[in-house]
T-cell receptor
Framework: AQSVTQLGSHVSVSEGALVLLRCNYS??????LFWYVQYPNQGLQLLLK??????LVKGINGFEAEFKKSETSFHLTKPSAHMSDAAEYFC???????????FGTGTKLQVIP | EAQVTQNPRYLITVTGKKLTVTCSQN?????MSWYRQDPGLGLRQIYY???????DKGDVPEGYKVSRKEKRNFPLILESPSPNQTSLYFC??????????????FGPGTRLTVL
């Protein structure tokens, strides 16, 4: 069985401040981990993914995430928030075989000018 | 342009009136899936298909049907919709079932309201 926990359903940061969105996973097999972003009234778009090649993963729009096996975490960060980063972010895990993906409950990021 | 399309984008209907939400992808993907998104619950998988004529239940299949007669299409059928099926629905596809690192591509969503 696999699961994902996203801490904080809403996160607010000031423009230019560090963005940190938390994700912890549970998987009985080595996981593949994903972060997706959903802008208002749109579908989900892949930000980045961990596929065991490197523990620090860089994605689009300046985001990155670090896989920490000892902490079972895959937190998403961005050094400096931009107004356009306001969206909902989903962490997801794949590890149960085939293409079964389990999503977290999402974190809405608000960027304050 | 590579994409997943869904129709309709918005739908208001009444309890018990059968409806179909279409999903089509132009990337020759084998794997397709339907999710529903509800506030505070994230995305939950309804049904998935690993190839033509191969479908299986996800986490919340009750009240839904699917079919996969062609590789590109994966319609979601609600034979007797109920208000608890009011939700935002997403179709997604990915290229192979073997590559677990493969990215899923999502459609734009269908917002369904059942009165």
């Amino acid at each position: 069985a696999q699961s994902v926990t996203q801490l904080g359903s809403h996160v607010s940061v000031s423009e230019g401040a560090l963005v940190l969105l938390r994700c912890n996973y549970s998987s009985s097999v080595p996981p593949y981990l994903f972060w997706y972003v959903q802008y208002p009234n749109q579908g989900l778009q892949l930000l980045l993914k961990y596929t065991s090649a490197a523990t620090l993963v860089k994605g689009i729009n300046g985001f990155e995430a670090e896989f920490k096996k000892s902490e079972t975490s895959f937190h998403l960060t961005k050094p400096s928030a931009h107004m356009s980063d306001a969206a909902e972010y989903f962490c997801a895990v794949k590890g149960g075989g085939y293409q079964k993906v389990t999503f977290g409950t999402g974190t809405k990021l608000q960027v304050i000018p | 342009e590579a994409q997943v399309t869904q129709n309709p984008r918005y739908l208001i209907t009444v309890t018990g009136k059968k409806l179909t939400v279409t999903c089509s992808q132009n990337m020759n993907h084998e794997y397709m899936s339907w999710y529903r998104q509800d506030p505070g619950l994230g995305l939950r998988q309804i049904y998935y298909s690993m190839n033509v004529e191969v479908t299986d239940k996800g986490d919340v299949p009750e009240g839904y049907k699917v079919s996969r007669k062609e590789k590109r299409n994966f319609p979601l059928i609600l034979e007797s919709p109920s208000p608890n099926q009011t939700s935002l629905y997403f179709c997604a596809s990915s290229s192979t079932i073997q590559d677990l690192t493969d990215t899923q591509y999502f459609g734009p969503g269908t917002r369904l309201t059942v009165l």
